[in-house]
């Protein structure tokens, strides 16, 4: 365990539906993993066929990695408290020991903005796991100032599928209407 470590970043708010909200339950939440060795029991647990997809998993406000299994919800895997980032990873053995072979941002209950990276990154290098240099996989969010639908914006395509109008440049999925 590591003491003394400052974590900074920005905290999401979940943003998805109340109903899955509601899944919360007091004292749930995903495994916290601040070691290689906590990594290392929890992974052992899973069956094999667990380990061929990713993984659910948030960063939470106190920068510990949290992981679920992939069916998951983030805001369940999260206790429903807010994060520094949440999205899906997979892990692989690499030189004999555990790494990170896919990750990514892809949480529509929390939609965090691709600067949520450093938070993972701490993260999984506080558990000794290792990790690529950035997401292998990265989903852009943003909120239509218009129909305030949450858009995946892809290809630079910076247009509501919604209703057509133009969506902000900057990240701003949990703005107040």
Same mark, same amino acid.
């Given at each position: 365990? @590591?003491i003394?470590?400052? @974590?900074?970043?920005?905290?999401?708010?979940?943003?998805?539906? +109340?109903?899955?909200? #509601? =899944?919360?339950?007091?004292g +749930? #939440?995903g495994?916290?993993?601040?070691? *290689?060795?906590?990594?290392g +029991?929890?992974? %052992?647990?899973? *069956?094999? /066929?667990?380990l061929?997809?990713p993984?659910?998993f948030? @960063?939470d406000?106190?920068?510990?990695?949290?992981?679920?299994?992939?069916?998951?919800?983030?805001?369940v895997?999260a206790g #429903?408290?807010a994060?520094?980032a *949440?999205?899906e990873i997979?892990?692989?053995?690499?030189s004999?020991r555990? +790494?990170?072979? $896919?990750? %990514? !941002?892809? &949480?529509?209950g929390?939609?965090p903005?691709?600067?949520?990276? &450093?938070a993972?990154a701490?993260? =999984?290098?506080?558990?000794?796991?290792?990790?690529?240099? #950035?997401?292998?996989h $990265?989903?852009?969010?943003?909120?239509?100032?218009?129909c305030? $639908?949450v !858009?995946i914006?892809? $290809? /630079?395509?910076? @247009?509501?599928?919604?209703?057509?109008?133009?969506?902000?440049g900057?990240? !701003?999925?949990?703005?107040? &209407?």
């Amino acid at each position: 365990m @590591v003491i003394g470590v400052t @974590v900074s970043g920005r905290l999401f708010s979940y943003v998805g539906p +109340a109903d899955i909200a #509601g =899944l919360v339950r007091p004292g +749930a #939440g995903g495994q916290r993993v601040r070691s *290689a060795s906590e990594f290392g +029991a929890w992974v %052992s647990a899973r *069956a094999p /066929q667990e380990l061929a997809e990713p993984f659910t998993f948030v @960063v939470d406000a106190a920068g510990v990695l949290r992981l679920a299994p992939r069916r998951s919800e983030h805001v369940v895997c999260a206790g #429903g408290e807010a994060v520094l980032a *949440a999205g899906e990873i997979r892990f692989g053995r690499e030189s004999g020991r555990w +790494a990170v072979v $896919e990750v %990514s !941002n892809q &949480s529509t209950g929390y939609c965090p903005d691709l600067g949520c990276w &450093s938070a993972v990154a701490d993260a =999984l290098d506080r558990a000794e796991l290792a990790r690529p240099r #950035g997401f292998t996989h $990265e989903v852009v969010f943003r909120r239509c100032l218009s129909c305030r $639908e949450v !858009n995946i914006v892809r $290809e /630079q395509d910076f @247009v509501c599928v919604f209703c057509d109008d133009d969506l902000p440049g900057e990240w !701003n999925v949990d703005e107040d &209407s």
